[in-house]
């Protein structure tokens, strides 16, 4: 099984909301990832969990927050947003965390900031 | 040299065959280098990828060739398909992976 399940799929909120987007993979995998990705853009990474510590924030605003409460679950709080915020949040997840190894991609949620 | 560039950023291909896509890139210490296809709606999902003591691989109809001393490497589809039409991204890794900007892939029935 190389799923990696994202909810919820889409979702629409205002810019004094405060949502959570979550991810989860059964593959055994010990490093987790956040990519945003605009409309005909590539992926860009946000954050890196490894082993389920934070190993890479590239330089993300606060407004987002992640969390990895356990190996098998990733989720990216969301608070304060604004609309150009607005894209597809995708979650990825990797055996170790080494450069060498596949990335395996959920479907994605798409997020608009009114 | 973070990035990589990829081209073109669109091709339309008749039904059955060939198609290219070529990226470049100009670290030296990048030593994956995956291929991912994106439908409409959907997260990419890997399709080919080559690591770097390798110059070419192949499963079926997906060919990729890799050139370290050039720092370029490229995707080849043979006979294609309708349901090849897609974004393919390649990207690089070496402690995070960077994405190329993608080639929307039109497959004319």
């Known amino acids: 099984d190389t799923e990696v399940t994202q909810t919820p799929k889409h979702l629409v909120m205002g810019m004094t909301n405060k949502k959570s987007l979550k991810c989860e993979q059964h593959m055994g995998h010990r490093a987790m990832y956040w990519y945003k990705q605009k409309a005909k853009k590539p992926p860009e990474l946000m954050f890196v969990?490894?082993?389920?510590?934070?190993?890479i924030n590239e330089s993300v605003p606060s407004r987002f927050s992640p969390e990895c409460p356990n190996s098998s679950l990733l989720n990216l709080h969301l608070h304060a947003l604004q609309p150009e915020d607005s894209a597809l949040y995708l979650c990825a997840s990797s055996n170790s965390g080494s450069s060498v190894e596949t990335q395996y991609f959920g479907p994605g949620t798409r997020l608009l900031v009114l | 040299g973070e990035n990589v560039e990829q081209h073109p950023s669109t091709l339309s291909v008749q039904e059955g065959d060939s198609a290219v896509i070529k990226c470049t890139y100009s670290d030296s210490a990048s030593n994956y280098f995956p291929w991912y296809k994106q439908e409409l709606g959907k997260g990419p999902q890997l399709i080919i990828d080559i690591r770097s003591n390798v110059g070419e691989k192949k499963d079926q109809r997906i060919a990729v060739t890799l050139n370290k001393t050039a720092k370029h490497f490229s995707l080849h589809i043979t006979e294609t398909q309708p349901e090849d039409s897609a974004v393919y991204f390649c990207a690089k890794s070496y402690q995070k992976v960077t994405f190329g900007t993608g080639t929307k892939l039109q497959v004319i029935p």
């Open positions: 969990y490894s082993y389920e510590k934070l190993s």
